[in-house]
């Protein structure tokens, strides 16, 4: 039983693993877009410019929370919520329907989760990194740790002191073997319940702020039927 509950969280830290690294990348690349053509709509004096690229904008960061909302749909292995947008009105002209998307909450909603989500998948991002390259560093010390004295060796001869010598610890390369492995032990350990929890600080931010409003409105269908 107990071998089957690490398993499944191993299988579950993969989906997390994933996640997580990979929100990294995309939300720098969704801040960088996003936010340089809010300032320029923002400060151009031409107003139907100004108008056009705020349009755009919000296009770009609807991209984005509809991919994030795929992605937490994919990692819950639940249906994906969509965002409650205003439905387009048949037959409007572009004016209209530019002026209808720049009235849409959910789209300015968008545009804001891009900005808060960033430092938020940047701090999880380098959390993740960090505690994975501990744990999997940790554990392959054996094989890099003996590696390293051999090139420090080789390269610095014995005026190198690593620092169980330092530390007064002989044979020093078997008490460095032995710190990195337990400390690669209990990163290993740890890492299922540390991503989890990153990844659900993600996933409920991105629910918060890109599917509240159509989740309302599902609920409140449900309570008139």
């Known amino acids: 039983m107990n071998r089957s509950v690490w398993a499944a969280r191993y299988r579950r830290l993969g989906r997390d693993a994933a996640f997580l690294l990979l929100s990294g990348p ?16 923002v400060g151009t004096s031409i107003i139907w410019v100004g108008l056009l690229v705020l349009v755009i904008d919000l296009s770009v960061a609807g ?4 991919l994030a909302r795929l992605r937490v749909a994919r990692l819950d292995g639940r249906e994906p919520r969509p ?22 909450p959910q789209r300015w909603m968008d545009l804001l ?35 390293l004295e051999l090139i420090r060796n080789a ?10 010598e330092f530390l ?26 540390v991503l989890r929890g990153l990844a659900s600080m993600q ?9 509240w409003r159509s989740e309302v409105s599902r609920l409140e269908q449900m309570a008139r039927y």
């Open 113 to 147: 989760w891009v900005i808060v989500y960033f430092p938020v998948s940047l701090f999880t991002w380098i959390i993740s990194v960090g505690w994975l390259a501990l744990a999997v560093g940790g554990l392959l010390s054996p094989i890099v740790d003996v590696i």
């Open 26 to 41: 995309l939300s720098l690349l969704a801040f960088c877009l996003a936010v340089p053509l809010t300032a320029l709509g």
């Open 63 to 66: 991209g984005f929370a509809n």
């Open 83 to 104: 965002g409650a947008y205003l439905s387009p009105v048949p037959g409007a002209s572009a004016r209209r329907r530019l002026f209808r998307r720049l009235r849409d």
């Open 155 to 164: 390269i610095i001869g014995d005026q190198s002191q690593s620092l169980a």
């Open 168 to 193: 007064g610890l002989y044979p020093p390369l078997l008490w460095e073997i032995g710190i990195h492995l337990s400390a690669g032990v209990v990163f290993s350990l740890t890492a299922p319940f």
């Open 203 to 211: 996933s409920g931010l991105i629910r918060g702020m890109l599917s």
